[in-house]
């Protein structure tokens, strides 16, 4: 929403030169927040507040809502918008109505796809490879907010070795992601490993026992690996959100942040 934040910067600057009455700056700005959609109210400086555009939660909403979300917010100027839990029968009918990037394994889709700048460095680590559609949906959203992700996935504490030989990147990492089911005990092993906070995510992977996420969920919580946090099961999109807001905090380097 970088659209938005210039306008609101020439907004102003007009008022500072005396070419715009600070009434009528105050009128546009309180006619600017939201749009009205009768079914949603679409938040329209979401971007100008927390840097990203409102992200669309797909599930429960028909495609036809969802399109006219994605629209409002592509009028405004938004790019790289995230449409996240979307089905392919919903990816199909928005992509014949916006530019879209659908990404079937973790149902997320990217409406108004552009570039975005690969910032510092992310790693979304699974467990196992029935993880994967979890940490994609962390993985693409952090890429889609503008961070460089490294991906490394079954990586379980079954075979610990396979873990142990990706030290590099883990250890450079600002933040990492670690999604598990069954006994969750990834994230307390890369906790113990890394120097950058670590977010757990658990999945609801598992046999009976696991109770659909719950056990990963409770020996996340309990791990005694300092810098640990945890999201809710099967709650990608939230790590990849969050890792970006810590990946992004001041500190980096110019080297860090290439453009894709």
Same mark, same amino acid.
């Given at each position: 929403m970088e659209n938005n934040r210039q306008e609101i910067l020439q907004l102003l600057r007009?008022?500072?030169?005396?070419? @715009?009455r600070p009434e009528e700056a105050l009128l546009q700005l309180k006619e600017e927040p939201f749009a009205e959609l009768g079914y949603a109210k679409v938040d329209l400086h979401r971007g100008v507040r927390q $840097?990203?555009?409102? !992200? =669309?939660? $797909?599930?429960?909403?028909?495609? %036809?809502? =969802?399109?006219? =979300?994605a629209r409002t917010l592509a009028d405004r100027g938004a790019r790289n918008i995230l449409i996240t839990r979307v089905d392919p029968q919903a990816a199909a009918y928005l992509a014949d109505r916006l530019p879209l990037d659908?990404? %079937?394994? *973790?149902?997320?889709a990217v409406a108004c796809p552009g570039p975005r700048p690969a910032r510092g460095s992310i790693v979304v680590a699974t467990g196992g490879t029935s993880d994967m559609? /979890?940490? %994609? +949906? #962390?993985?693409?959203? &952090? +890429?889609?907010? $503008?961070?460089r992700v490294t991906r490394l996935y079954d990586v379980g504490v079954?075979?610990?070795?396979?873990?142990? #030989?990706?030290?590099? *990147?883990?250890?450079? #990492?600002?933040? /990492?992601? &670690?999604?598990?089911?069954? +006994?969750g005990a990834l994230a307390s092993v890369v906790g113990g490993? /890394?120097?950058?906070? !670590?977010?757990? !995510? *658990? @999945?609801? !992977?598992?046999?009976g026992a696991s109770f659909g996420g719950l056990s990963a969920l409770l020996s996340m919580l309990n791990s005694c690996a300092s810098g640990c946090s945890v999201v809710n099961i099967d709650n990608?999109?939230?790590?990849?959100?969050?890792?970006?807001?810590?990946?992004?905090?001041?500190?980096l380097s110019d080297d860090e942040n290439a453009v894709s």
């Open positions: 007009r008022v500072a030169d005396g070419t @715009t $840097g990203a555009a409102e !992200v =669309i939660y $797909g599930a429960g909403k028909t495609p %036809e809502q =969802i399109a006219g =979300i659908y990404h %079937e394994l *973790p149902r997320l559609p /979890v940490a %994609e +949906e #962390a993985a693409l959203t &952090a +890429e889609v907010l $503008g961070n079954a075979g610990l070795h396979r873990l142990l #030989a990706n030290l590099d *990147p883990l250890m450079s #990492a600002r933040c /990492v992601v &670690a999604v598990a089911g069954m +006994e490993l /890394v120097d950058c906070p !670590v977010i757990a !995510v *658990p @999945t609801s !992977v598992g046999y990608g999109f939230g790590a990849g959100f969050l890792a970006s807001r810590i990946n992004q905090m001041e500190g």
